[in-house]
């Protein structure tokens, strides 16, 4: 019986140093690192497109470090590779665990092609020598009038991304680009407005936020496939609003909008 104990105890002792398995879950398309979701995974020339998850079971060295490898593959639909990128996830947890939330950034080129590709983002544990990835399905769709990758920050510079969630006291910093603006006549004329607009549908500010942007010398307009706006909300107060975007090109009489939910909390 002693012999059987001790069998036993070795076994156990063996079972409890097996290293857990790499996992990838919680994957989700957004408007940037730390903003909204993304609920299309459609896309058109210029975009940008960011996937996050959580990692969990990652190893850590000897400082509490990781060492890891993230790499992204897009193929279009004739299995050719249009992105093929890797790079080092190297940082401590300084919390604590082995679980971290990593992303990714898939950028649109000026000239991709309309039609289906397919994502493939593989996380490589080197401390582990595990492997684990998710794959997602992109349609390109031909270049429009469209409001694309707006992101949000803490400072004017757009140095350090932001949630939708602030606090009162906080200022807010947003940042988006229009693309299939109408060069037709050799010149261009858009206008960015923001709204606020509360749970109960009511408009905040007195007047929209207004951004006017034109271009008439010639050569500006030949390189404009995009117009950068940006614009600022103040939290000065607790509740629950939505903040309205829209662009209007006046040369071709047309509107793309943007909303998204934003929760601001008493300190």
Same mark, same amino acid.
């Given at each position: 019986?002693?012999?059987? &104990?001790?069998?036993?105890?070795?076994?156990?002792?063996?079972?409890?140093?097996?290293?857990?398995?790499?996992?990838? =879950?919680?994957?989700?398309?957004?408007?940037?690192?730390? #903003?909204?979701? =993304?609920?299309?995974?459609?896309?058109?020339?210029?975009?940008? *497109?960011?996937?996050?998850?959580?990692? !969990?079971?990652? %190893? &850590?060295?000897?400082?509490? =470090?990781?060492?890891?490898?993230?790499?992204?593959?897009?193929?279009?639909?004739?299995?050719?590779?249009?992105?093929?990128?890797?790079?080092?996830?190297?940082?401590?947890?300084? &919390? #604590?665990?082995?679980?971290?939330?990593?992303?990714?950034?898939?950028?649109? #080129?000026?000239?991709?092609?309309?039609?289906?590709?397919?994502?493939?983002?593989?996380?490589?544990?080197?401390?582990?020598?595990?492997?684990?990835?998710?794959?997602?399905?992109?349609?390109?769709?031909?270049?429009?009038?469209?409001?694309?990758?707006?992101?949000?920050?803490?400072?004017?510079? #757009?140095?350090?991304?932001?949630?939708?969630?602030?606090?009162?006291?906080?200022?807010?910093?947003?940042?988006?680009?229009?693309?299939? *603006? !109408?060069?037709s006549q050799s010149k261009v004329h858009a206008t960015m407005t923001m709204q606020v607009i509360?749970?109960?549908?009511?408009?905040? &500010?007195?007047?929209?936020?207004?951004?006017?942007?034109?271009?008439?010398?010639?050569? !500006?307009?030949?390189?404009?496939? %995009?117009?950068?706006?940006?614009?600022?909300?103040?939290?000065?107060?607790?509740?629950?609003?939505?903040?309205?975007?829209?662009? %209007?090109?006046? *040369?071709?009489?047309?509107?793309?909008?943007?909303?998204?939910?934003?929760?601001?909390?008493?300190?």
């Open positions: 019986m002693t012999r059987n &104990l001790v069998a036993f105890c070795v076994v156990l002792l063996f079972g409890s140093s097996a290293i857990a398995k790499l996992e990838i =879950r919680n994957v989700q398309a957004a408007h940037g690192i730390l #903003g909204p979701e =993304r609920t299309s995974l459609e896309c058109y020339p210029l975009d940008e *497109i960011v996937f996050r998850f959580v990692a !969990d079971d990652v %190893q &850590l060295d000897a400082d509490g =470090r990781t060492d890891m490898d993230l790499s992204f593959r897009l193929v279009n639909s004739e299995g050719k590779a249009v992105i093929n990128e890797k790079g080092p996830i190297q940082r401590p947890l300084m &919390l #604590g665990g082995n679980t971290f939330t990593a992303h990714t950034t898939i950028g649109i #080129g000026a000239n991709a092609a309309a039609g289906d590709y397919e994502l493939t983002v593989t996380l490589h544990d080197k401390i582990s020598a595990q492997s684990a990835s998710f794959t997602r399905k992109l349609t390109c769709k031909s270049s429009q009038f469209q409001i694309l990758a707006p992101r949000f920050f803490r400072d004017p510079e #757009g140095k350090i991304p932001a949630s939708l969630s602030g606090i009162v006291g906080e200022s807010l910093f947003f940042r988006l680009k229009a693309v299939g *603006i !109408d060069r509360d749970d109960k549908g009511s408009e905040m &500010l007195p007047k929209p936020y207004v951004v006017n942007a034109e271009l008439t010398r010639a050569e !500006d307009v030949q390189r404009a496939m %995009q117009l950068n706006f940006n614009g600022a909300v103040s939290l000065n107060r607790a509740g629950k609003y939505k903040i309205r975007v829209m662009v %209007q090109d006046h *040369i071709a009489k047309q509107t793309t909008t943007f909303e998204t939910a934003l929760v601001v909390a008493a300190p």
